[in-house]
């Protein structure tokens, strides 16, 4: 719904508020802003300011904002994934490079991460796929790091319980990785 409250702008907005309603302001600015009657969103539906309505223990839009910011776990006692890979196009008109240069020192401080790299990207606006090819070529110098975590096991593979469906599946490698594209 975003500042204006438009539903129709594909925002991130419908990643917050309850499962009964598609779409919820999640900032203080656009809730207290919010002037579309109905909507079920902001100070002129609900009759509360951003800070009484986030105050309340039903309100649950607070709780994905947290969860989604790297910023309140890294350099903390949480698990920090070990590689990062994050972009930010200079010609972003939606996020301030602060963000990701805050991103980048808070990284960089955290002892738990081993690989970063973190670029401008030149000429760019907000998006994400400017940079496939490179970015997945930085993913696969991380997954031959990280080598086979099989290799190291001494003997044969447990087995499978009997009767598991899913007994003589292959194992897969996944790489542990932060990667964020603005």
Request: aromatic letters at 8%.
């Amino acid at each position: 719904m975003g500042v204006a409250g438009n539903t129709t702008s594909r925002t991130e907005t419908n990643l917050f508020g309850p499962p009964t309603q598609r779409y919820l302001n999640y900032t203080e600015y656009s809730w207290n802003h919010n002037d579309v009657p109905g909507d079920g969103s902001g100070l002129d539906d609900t009759g509360l300011t951003w800070k009484q309505y986030t105050a309340q223990p039903s309100t649950t839009v607070d709780d994905p904002i947290h969860l989604i910011n790297p910023m309140d776990f890294i350099g903390t006692k949480a698990d920090t994934a070990p590689n990062w890979y994050v972009r930010h196009g200079t010609r972003d008109r939606d996020t301030a490079f602060t963000v990701s240069v805050n991103l980048d020192r808070a990284l960089t401080a955290d002892k738990q991460v081993e690989d970063l790299d973190h670029r401008l990207a030149w000429n760019q606006p907000h998006a994400g796929n400017y940079d496939v090819p490179e970015a997945m070529a930085w993913i696969d110098r991380i997954v031959q790091k990280a080598g086979d975590p099989l290799a190291q096991r001494t003997g044969p593979p447990p087995a499978a319980p009997s009767g598991d469906r899913a007994a003589g599946r292959s194992s897969t490698l996944t790489a542990r990785s932060g990667r964020i594209s603005r």
